[in-house]
């Protein structure tokens, strides 16, 4: 692994973010600030267009907007014809789960961390073709169960489908142990990892998933609107397809139509080329610092960010699990989350509220109707972590 962000990178990391400057932004599993790059590479692309026309400005970056696929593909270790690019990881994960072929008996396994578009997706299929959905708890500790997984397969077994990084909570899934069960037992493996991308390595080839969605603007720190779907080459031709066009289907006459042999079958036509070029351009920058890199320093201001909310009387952490991630979940004593939120945003401190909904399962499980959610990136400081606990002490007081 290589060593650990430096101080002087930092720096110069923060000094090409223009919001850090006027914000202390523990948002970022909402939307992460984006590098000033990343904005003037949209904003110079819509300028263009607006004085070039827009298809003659995509045929002069066609090189640069066929790259995307590329830089995604090498964020992720796959090849850039399993990569669809699309507004956002809800719509990514609708693509690959709605077009799945599923029947009456079927069964779909998943964790109480799940997402709540991906729950839908459930009780929608429960709800069409009684698909039914086994949930699999976590255990004392907060981990995910591997052999409740195993025990919890049969033959009828469709699909496994889990999300990497909750919304509301700190803890993690083992995608890869997962993954090696999934293979073993010939099931299909969909993959939430839309607060994992660009906060943790994420290689599809070691977790053998078969699908995997990703929205932009959180970890990747690409422009809002911007996502991607992961489809293993083998199992493209196996999903229905929802939506299609004349870009999904080359070939058409009359008798029929032939679909793109590659991801960009589940893609249309008509999208937002500067976003596109944008979110490459978000993936290249992570690329560039090294995703090992960024996590690395994600867990140490994350764990910092633990210990010394901890040590506040009347402040309640919220995450456990054995491998913990970049969001830091907590409550304050006689105080509503939304509360915290508005008074630290005063303070230009910008954190979240986790809602219950957003992680239905777990938060219900764990009685919690809502929770402080302060998410670090690798652009923050130990200084903005002691200024946000100061804020709280002087709230408790
Ligand atoms: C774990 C998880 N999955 C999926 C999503 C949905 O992402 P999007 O809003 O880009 O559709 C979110 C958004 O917060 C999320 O936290």
Redesign the pocket.
């Known amino acids: 692994m290589s060593a650990i962000l430096t101080e002087q990178e930092i720096k110069q990391l923060r000094a090409e973010t223009k919001g850090t400057a006027k914000k202390i932004h523990f948002n970022n ?1 909402g939307a992460s600030m984006p590098p000033d790059v990343v904005v003037d590479t949209v904003v110079n692309y819509l300028q263009e267009e607006a004085v070039e026309g827009g298809y003659e400005t995509e045929s002069k970056y066609k090189d640069q907007l066929e790259n995307t696929y590329a830089l995604i593909a090498k964020l992720i270790n796959a090849d850039k014809g399993e990569i669809a690019v699309v507004e ?4 990514a ?1 609708g693509l690959a789960f709605n077009g799945i072929d599923f029947k009456e008996g079927d069964e779909i396994i998943t964790s109480e961390m799940e ?1 709540i ?1 991906n729950l839908i997706g459930f009780i929608n299929v429960q709800k069409t073709y009684g698909v039914e959905t086994k949930v699999i708890p976590n255990d004392e500790q907060g981990n995910f169960s591997l052999s409740a997984l195993e025990a919890a397969i049969s033959p009828k077994t469709k699909l496994i489908a889990v ?1 990497h ?3 509301t909570a700190g803890g993690m899934i083992p995608i890869v142990e997962i993954g090696k069960i999934a293979r073993k037992h010939h099931v299909l493996y969909l993959l ?1 990892a ?2 994992s991308a660009g906060q943790v390595p994420i290689d599809v080839q070691e977790i053998g998933c078969d699908m995997l969605s990703v ?1 932009g603007r959180k970890y990747l720190r690409a422009p809002r609107g911007t ?1 991607f779907l992961y489809v293993r080459k083998e199992v493209q031709g196996k999903l229905k397809l929802l939506f299609m066009d004349g870009f999904s289907t080359p070939s058409v006459s009359m008798d029929g139509y032939q679909v793109r042999n590659d991801a960009r079958r589940f893609e249309l036509y008509e999208k937002n080329r500067a976003l596109t070029l944008g979110l490459g351009k978000a993936v290249e920058y992570a690329l560039t610092i090294g995703v090992d890199r960024i996590w690395q320093r994600v867990q140490v201001l994350a764990n910092s960010m633990r210990r010394l909310l901890a040590a506040i009387d009347g402040v309640t952490v919220h995450d456990f699990g054995a491998e913990q991630c970049g969001i830091v979940t907590y409550s304050l004593r006689g105080m509503e989350s939304g509360a915290v939120k508005g008074k630290l945003a005063e303070k230009q401190i910008n954190v979240s509220v986790g809602l219950a909904k ?1 992680t239905l399962i777990y938060m219900n499980k764990n009685h919690l109707a809502s929770v402080v959610r302060a998410s670090v990136h690798y652009y923050n400081t130990e200084e903005e972590i002691e200024a946000m606990c100061r804020e709280l002490a002087l709230l408790l007081k």
């Not at 956002?88 to 719509?91: H, K, L």
């Open positions: 599993a956002n990881a809800s719509t994960w997402y578009t999300t990084i909750p919304s939430d839309c607060q929205t996502g957003s």
